[in-house]
């Protein structure tokens, strides 16, 4: 075989890989072409958006605003006489609102936290 023989083996071969890559990026952009209009259908297909008078609005009275209570736990009550309690005798909530509504505060001289580290009470 002579050289000739193989430049054009080698060049055969380029010339295939540029013409494979050629074709694979037609391919990626018409698959970027065809998920463009498919997203463009899904949309026309949607509901219109809010118009600005069917957006919500606030109350007359204002906002709502935070209702802060002291909570405190809501114990099971005891099975008198039976085995097991039912999910119907026990209570809807885990807490219930607390007789003193006075908010508790750290005491003075107190680390403010456990293993804090800090100095704590002397």
């Known amino acids: 075989m002579s050289t ?5 083996a ?3 071969s380029e010339v295939l ?3 494979a890559a050629f074709v694979g990026g037609l ?4 698959a970027l072409i065809w998920a463009v209009q498919f997203g463009m259908r899904v949309r026309d297909r949607e509901l219109p958006r809010p118009l600005p008078d069917e957006q919500p609005h606030l109350p007359d009275g204002g906002a709502v605003r ?4 002291m909570r ?3 114990e ?8 097991r309690l039912m999910p119907y005798e026990l209570h809807s909530s885990g807490s219930k609102t607390r ?3 006075h908010r508790r505060r750290w005491m003075p001289g107190s680390s403010g936290s456990f293993g804090s580290g800090g100095l704590g009470r002397f």
């Open 66 to 69: 935070e209702s802060r209570e």
């Open 76 to 83: 099971v009550p005891h099975a008198e006489g039976k085995e």
């Open 27 to 30: 391919i990626i952009a018409g």
């Open 4 to 8: 000739a023989t193989f430049v054009i």
């Open 17 to 19: 890989n540029v013409i």
């Open 72 to 74: 405190e736990p809501d």
């Open 99 to 101: 007789k003193d509504q």
């Open 10 to 12: 080698a060049t055969s």
